[in-house]
């Protein structure tokens, strides 16, 4: 089964609006991770959060972390259509140990449309 | 930097063909990972490789894969032989271990079809 699971799997949104992704997990993690793919490309990684912070900033990306709930969220604001993409979560889980295992598991991910 | 390169960037092989993927690590990165990408399974991780060592390979679907790294910068994903069923983007990606939180960086993908 999949660590990460993202909802909605697809979204669709008008430039200038806000896109917003969720991304639920299972189990102790280190951290979570977003990236991107554009079509017929190489994943990118976007943003990293630690298992010890709630919000995180970069550029027009806001992610928050909860891991009571075990859940995470994207927000782009004032989105372009550049942006569309597939955005997947990657979370690098914790052994028994409580150590990374060093690897990072992907959920389906949600397939951004950005209409111009 | 380049990236990490892969090759070939497309294959389109004959079932039971032996397939041969490559891929060369950004340098200095110290942990290699081998992914497959379906639509119906989305991104799959099949090996990882740490300071050239197979830490991980509970995802390789079955014997007909295997997978090899003989030094830091260079590493084989081999299917042989080929089913229709492998057909698939495989990336292979990198990181340096213990820095920026284990970010791994991606390579364009080899484009398997299998006939």
């Known amino acids: 089964s999949q660590q990460g699971e993202e909802d909605p799997q697809a979204l669709s949104i008008q430039e200038g609006e806000n896109a917003t992704m969720n991304c639920s997990y299972k189990?102790?993690?280190?951290?979570l991770q977003w990236y991107r793919q554009n079509s017929g490309r190489g994943l990118v990684h976007l943003i990293l959060i630690r298992s010890n912070e709630r919000e995180k900033h970069s550029g027009r990306l806001r992610v928050t972390l909860d891991t009571s709930k075990k859940s995470s969220s994207l927000l782009i604001t004032a989105s372009r259509a550049a942006d569309t993409a597939s955005y997947f979560c990657?979370?690098?889980?914790?052994?028994?140990?409580?150590?990374?295992?060093?690897?990072?598991?992907f959920g389906q991910g949600t397939i951004l449309t950005v209409h111009p | 930097d380049a990236g990490v390169i892969q090759s070939p960037r497309h294959e389109v092989t004959e079932m039971g063909q032996e397939v041969t993927l490559r891929c060369k690590p950004i340098?200095?990165?110290?942990?290699l990972f081998w992914y497959r990408q379906t639509m119906m399974r989305g991104l799959e991780l099949l090996i990882y490789?740490?300071?050239?060592?197979?830490?991980?390979d509970s995802g390789m679907p079955e014997d007909r894969f295997s997978a090899k790294m003989p030094n830091a910068s260079f590493s084989t994903l081999k299917i042989q032989p080929s089913e229709p069923r492998d057909s698939a983007v495989y990336f292979c990606?990198?990181?340096?271990?213990?820095?920026?939180?284990?970010?791994?960086?991606f390579g364009e993908g080899s484009w398997l079809t299998v006939v």
């Open positions: 340098s200095g990165h110290n942990s």
């Open positions: 490789f740490n300071n050239n060592v197979p830490i991980d």
């Open positions: 990657a979370t690098d889980a914790l052994n028994a140990g409580g150590t990374s295992y060093g690897k990072l598991t």
């Open positions: 990606a990198s990181s340096q271990q213990g820095l920026s939180g284990n970010t791994i960086y």
């Open positions: 189990t102790s993690i280190n951290n």
